[in-house]
């Protein structure tokens, strides 16, 4: 039987040992918004633009969701 969690699924990508990326729904987009600057002259004036991050899901190497597909690479037991 086949150990189902997220280190052997094929849509798992380690960024380090302790967790990585699930690629398997698109990744979710953030908006950031910087610091406002103190004072009303300089709110008018350097008012900070919102940022978009986008991010792929992060999880632990031995958490599962329920949608694993085995990856190429896994020995089959």
């Given amino acids: 039987m086949l150990n189902e969690k997220c280190s052997s699924c094929r849509f798992f990508h ?3 040992e302790r967790q990585g990326e ?4 698109p990744p979710s ?3 950031i918004i910087p610091p ?3 004072g009303a002259a300089a709110l008018i004036q350097n008012s ?5 991050v986008s991010q792929w899901p992060i ?4 958490q ?3 949608k694993y597909v085995v990856h190429p690479d896994t020995p089959e037991f």
């Fill in 22 to 25: 699930c690629r398997l729904e």
């Fill in 29 to 31: 987009v953030h908006v």
């Fill in 14 to 16: 380690p960024t380090t």
């Fill in 59 to 62: 999880v632990q190497p031995d």
């Fill in 36 to 38: 406002v600057p103190v």
């Fill in 64 to 66: 599962w969701c329920g």
């Fill in 48 to 52: 900070p633009s919102p940022i978009n």
